[in-house]
C-alpha cells in the first residue's frame, strides 16, 4: 500500500512497516494515550494557516483577513495556534466564545455567528466587544438594538444574506438557497440596513455569506463575491454608505479519498481575490476588507483517527473500538474516509472489508468499503483527512466517553484534550 500524499498529513511515513505522523510512531501513541485516538499535525496545521495568510496577502491587494472557523475543531491549544499564525477566529456559541478568551485570541478578530443566537450569547459577545456580530435574522437584530443600547462605542455587525446560490455539495451542507434557514432574504436586506443604520449601540460593517461547505466548483463563490458586490453597491446607492467588509464565507473543500483533488488555497485566494476586485471595479466600489473563513481546509488533513480493531465477522466486517461517537459523518453524509493498517503499513492491501463501528446502530459503519491487508484483533487502522467535523460533533452516544486529542510535531506528543472519564459521563447523571 502508498499513502495518497494529499490526504494525509504532510510528516506521514511509513517506516518499519508503521504509520508515523509528525515524526511519531502511531503504534506507540495507541498504547501510550489509549484507543480512539485523535492526533492532530502540527505542520500540516500550520502550515494550512500560513497558506491561507500567504495566499490572501499576496492576491489581494486591500486588507484580508481569514477567520478559522471553530465550528469545524476547537480547544485552547488550537485557538492558541490560531492567534500565533495571526488568524482571526469565527465562534457560534457562547463556550466557543470562552475558548477564544482563555486562549488570547484578540476580541477585534472573532466573529459571533449563528442562525439562532441566545441573549446570552449576545451579551456576552458584546460584553466582550468582539470585532463583528453576524446578524442572521430581523428579530436577531432587534434583540441586539436592545441590548447594545447604552453602549458607548458601538458594536460593529455584517449582515448575513441569503445569496440564492445552491452549492453544489451535500444537501445537509448547502446553506446558501433562497429556502436555507440561513441569512436574510434579500427582499428584506434594505429594511435591516435601514434598522443598523438607525440603531445608536450598532455599526453597520458589512455582509455575509455563506453558501456551503466542502465546495470544490469555486464558480459559485464567485457567483457569491458578485452578489455581496452588489447588494453592497445597492445599499451604497440607496443609504449612502460604504461597506467596510465582505466575506464570502468559507467552504474550500478537501479531498477524503485518492481520487478526489487536492485543496489549492493559493488557486482559491486568487479566484476570490480577483472576483472581489473585478466586481468592486464594475460597480466603483472601493475594495473592502476581505474575510474569508475556512475550517475543514485548515484542520482535516491534520487529523488522523486511530482505533483498535476489536474482532471480525466473517470476510466482511471488522469491528472497531470507535464509529459514529467520534466521527458521525459517514452516517450523516455517506462521507467516504481513506485508512491503513497503521501497525502493517508496509503489507499489501489484500482484502476489501467495511469497518463497522462500536456503536449499537447499523448505520454505524465507518467504512463501506476499503482495502487493508487482512486485519486481526489488536491491529491498529488509522483514519485519514479526520481533523474536521469528528471531534466537534462527537457525543457519548450509548455513554461511551470520547477520544482523547494530541498534538504532534517533531517527534513530540502532546495531550490537548485528555480523553474524557466515566466519572466525566456520568458528572450530570442524578440519582431519583
Ligand atoms: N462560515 C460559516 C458561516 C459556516 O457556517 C461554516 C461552516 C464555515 C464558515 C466553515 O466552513 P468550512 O470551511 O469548514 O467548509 N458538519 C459538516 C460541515 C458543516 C459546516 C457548517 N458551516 C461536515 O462535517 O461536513
Not at 56 to 79: C, E, I, Q, S, W
Not at 285 to 310: C, D, N
Amino acid at each position: 500500500m502508498s499513502l495518497a500524499p494529499h490526504v494525509w498529513p504532510e510528516t506521514a511515513a511509513v517506516t518499519g512497516g508503521r504509520l508515523f505522523v509528525g515524526g511519531c510512531d502511531t503504534v506507540v501513541l495507541a498504547e501510550q494515550f489509549g484507543t480512539p485516538l485523535y492526533l492532530l499535525d502540527e505542520a500540516t496545521l500550520r502550515g494550512a494557516m500560513r497558506a491561507y495568510r500567504q495566499a490572501f496577502a499576496a492576491a489581494y491587494p486591500g486588507p484580508a483577513r481569514v477567520h478559522y472557523a471553530g465550528k469545524a475543531l476547537l480547544n485552547t491549544a488550537l485557538a492558541q495556534i490560531v492567534v500565533q499564525e495571526g488568524l482571526g477566529l469565527d465562534v457560534v456559541s457562547a463556550t466557543e466564545l470562552l475558548v477564544a478568551r482563555r486562549a488570547g485570541v484578540p476580541m477585534a478578530h472573532v466573529h459571533l455567528h449563528g442562525n439562532a443566537k441566545s441573549d446570552a450569547e449576545l451579551e456576552r459577545a458584546v460584553a466582550w466587544q468582539v470585532g463583528a456580530i453576524v446578524v442572521d435574522t430581523l428579530d436577531e437584530l432587534a434583540r441586539l438594538g436592545a441590548l447594545t443600547a447604552h453602549l458607548a462605542e458601538p458594536q460593529g455587525v455584517l449582515l448575513r444574506i441569503a445569496p440564492e446560490i445552491e452549492a453544489d455539495t451535500h444537501v445537509h451542507i448547502a446553506t446558501g438557497g433562497a429556502a436555507a434557514k440561513f441569512g436574510l432574504p434579500l427582499a428584506v436586506l434594505d429594511m435591516a440596513v435601514a434598522r443598523v443604520l438607525n440603531t445608536s449601540g450598532l455599526r453597520w460593517l458589512g455582509l455575509h455569506a455563506h453558501i456551503g461547505s466542502q465546495l470544490f466548483a469555486l464558480d459559485q463563490v464567485v457567483a457569491t463575491v458578485e452578489v455581496l458586490v452588489a447588494q453592497a453597491a445597492r445599499l451604497r446607492d440607496r443609504f449612502g454608505v460604504t461597506p467596510v467588509e465582505l466575506s464570502p464565507g468559507g467552504g474550500l473543500g478537501v479531498p477524503y479519498t485518492a481520487d478526489q483533488p487536492p485543496t489549492d488555497i493559493p488557486r482559491y485566494a486568487e479566484v476570490v481575490s480577483a472576483a472581489m476586485q473585478v466586481a468592486c471595479t464594475r460597480h466603483n466600489l472601493p475594495l473592502p476588507r476581505l474575510t474569508v473563513e475556512p475550517g475543514r481546509s485548515i484542520v482535516a488533513r491534520a487529523g488522523v483517527a486511530l482505533y483498535r480493531v476489536v474482532g471480525r465477522k466473517g470476510q466482511r466486517w471488522l469491528h472497531i473500538d470507535g464509529g459514529m461517537g467520534d466521527n458521525i459523518r459517514p452516517a450523516l453524509y455517506s462521507a467516504r474516509y481513506s485508512a491503513v493498517l497503521a501497525n502493517r503499513a508496509g503489507e499489501p492491501d489484500s482484502e476489501l472489508v467495511a469497518v463497522g463501528g462500536r456503536y449499537c446502530e447499523a448505520g454505524d459503519v465507518l467504512l463501506r468499503e476499503i482495502a487493508l491487508p487482512p486485519a486481526q484483533p489488536g491491529d491498529l487502522l488509522a483514519v485519514a483527512t479526520a481533523g474536521a467535523y469528528t471531534l466537534s460533533m462527537a457525543s457519548t452516544y450509548n455513554l461511551v466517553p470520547r477520544p482523547a486529542l494530541v498534538l504532534v510535531g517533531d517527534g513530540r506528543a502532546r495531550l490537548i484534550q485528555r480523553r474524557e472519564t466515566e466519572e466525566d459521563v456520568l458528572a450530570r447523571d442524578m440519582r431519583l
